[in-house]
Every structure is written in C-alpha cells, then in structure tokens.
C-alpha cells in the first residue's frame, strides 16, 4: 500500500509541474496577467489553431489525471 502511496505522490508532483509548463504555454486571452508580461502583444506567427487544440487536449489530460491521482491519495489516506 505504501507503494501506491508513493506513486501517487509522484504522479502528482510530476503532472503538477507539467500543467505548470502547460499553462504557461497557452496563448493569452488579453485583459489579465499575461498583458503585464509582454502577452497582450498579439501576432499571428505564434501558432496555428491545430497546435491551441492540441495543446488545450494535452492540458485537459494531464488535469484528468492530477485529479485522478489527488482523489486516489484521498482515498488511500482515508482507508489506511
């Protein structure tokens, strides 16, 4: 059972980092914090829609899967 645990908490240490990146990655909507760090300057060589959906998927996956593993912690937590 402490295995899992520990799995656990490693998923959720390594998919915390990566939708740190991910977030990061995605192109401001304009009007919030990513104006202050240069993001409010548009242009359209930064990517195309095909790479946005891709990387809105890969973002939504990783976040399944931080959840997942938080809720599994929760569980082992609560029943062990």
Same mark, same amino acid.
């Given at each position: 059972?402490?295995?899992?645990?520990?799995?656990?908490?490693?998923?959720? /240490?390594?998919?915390?980092?990566?939708?740190?990146?991910?977030?990061?990655?995605?192109? *401001?909507?304009g *009007?919030?914090?990513?104006?202050?760090f240069?993001?409010?300057?548009?242009?359209?060589?930064? *990517?195309?829609?095909?790479?946005?959906?891709?990387?809105d998927?890969?973002? !939504? /996956? /990783?976040?399944?899967?931080?959840? !997942?593993?938080?809720?599994? !912690?929760?569980?082992?937590?609560?029943?062990?």
């Amino acid at each position: 059972m402490e295995a899992v645990k520990i799995a656990l908490e490693i998923v959720v /240490a390594i998919t915390s980092l990566f939708l740190t990146l991910l977030i990061l990655l995605h192109k *401001g909507k304009g *009007g919030g914090l990513s104006d202050m760090f240069g993001g409010g300057v548009s242009s359209n060589l930064g *990517g195309s829609s095909v790479a946005e959906r891709n990387l809105d998927r890969l973002t !939504l /996956a /990783a976040s399944l899967l931080w959840v !997942l593993a938080i809720i599994g !912690l929760g569980l082992l937590v609560r029943f062990s």
